[in-house]
């Protein structure tokens, strides 16, 4: 066990160094971490300096974490459908199954190797919206809350609520990092059972693709057509919780009322943390999938290049 440990433990920094082999991926990936926080950073200091309205925030901040959240998939998908695919091909993963790691510690050593390389990169649109968040709870604090927040018309009036809600980058980040995860679970089963890199990209960016876009699609509609269910549905995607936080009144229409936005920003946490969980369930079930049929698999392949 110990042995076993070690090795996987050593895989896990294997995966994850692998992954920074180049200096031109070591400076691809600092760049995107160092120029995705600055300009993130730069939107919530032009915003709250006045030199960009709060609509035109809300668009730029929106668009910004979505499109790193979906770089940030993207390269998840990339990475673990070609972890093993790749071992197979140029003979590593023969000699990887002569030592005394298991199928199990083999593969959650990809898993851990691959999330810590991937961890830093989704910190970026969360650490976004982070910011965001605590600037506007600095503004509320401080007296300023008007100048942070947006109003809605009601059927007895209108109400005020945040331009970004504070708690955006918890939420998001709830979902989103059990959602990385699942990209690269899904990334590894492809990665092991296709015979070569390209069947198991694809394959993977088909699973993955499909499940974020129904989920996405029925928590972006849901959110503001649904009471009470819509923000619970929302909080159950990266795409629609992000919807959901940075754009308030039309993610969580429904149920912005009299009462404020307090009902509907509790069922959007409930959403994130379901979702969350949802997508730790689905990794272990994965996982504990493809140990059953690691043996099999392997040596039906075996030899693939």
């Known amino acids: 066990n110990t042995i076993g440990g070690l090795l996987r433990q050593f895989l896990a920094w294997r995966e994850a160094a692998a992954r920074n082999s180049t200096l031109g991926k070591i400076a691809a990936r600092w760049l995107f971490i160092l120029a995705g926080a600055a300009w993130g950073l730069g939107l919530v200091v032009f915003w709250r300096l006045g030199d960009l309205s709060t609509p035109g925030f809300q668009l730029a901040l929106q668009a910004t974490v979505w499109g790193e959240l979906g770089v940030v998939m993207l390269i998840a998908m990339n990475t673990s459908a070609t972890a093993i695919s790749k071992e197979r091909e140029d003979g590593t993963l023969d000699l990887l199954l002569t030592t005394p790691i298991t199928p199990s510690a083999y ?18 649109p969360i650490g976004t919206l982070l910011a965001a968040g605590a600037a506007v709870l600095l503004a509320q604090a401080t007296g300023a809350g008007a100048d942070v927040s947006v109003s809605q018309a009601v ?21 989103a990092l059990p959602f990385m995860a699942f990209c690269v679970m899904v990334g590894l089963q492809w990665s092991l059972k296709s015979k070569g890199m390209i069947g198991s990209v694809v394959g993977a960016a088909g699973v993955i693709l499909a499940v974020a876009g129904t989920v996405g699609l029925c928590g972006w509609r849901a959110g503001p057509d649904v009471d009470v269910l819509g923000p619970v549905l929302s909080g159950l995607s990266p795409a629609s919780a992000v919807q959901a936080v940075v754009q308030p009144v039309s993610g969580l229409f429904a149920v912005v009322s009299d009462a404020g936005l307090l009902p509907a920003r509790i069922a959007l946490a409930i959403g994130a943390v379901v979702g969350g969980l949802a997508y730790a369930v689905i990794v272990y079930t994965i996982h504990a999938g493809m140990v059953r049929g690691f043996d099999f698999t392997v040596r039906k392949l075996a030899g693939t290049r």
């Not at 059927?155 to 979902?175: F, I, K, M, Q, Y």
Request: charged share 10%; hydrophobic share 60%.
């Open 107 to 124: 593969l959650w050593g990809k898993l851990r190797g691959l999330v810590a390389y991937l961890t830093p990169l989704a910190l970026v």
């Open 155 to 175: 059927l007895n009036g209108t109400v005020v609520v945040p331009a970004v809600l504070p708690e955006a980058g918890l939420v998001v980040g709830l979902v």
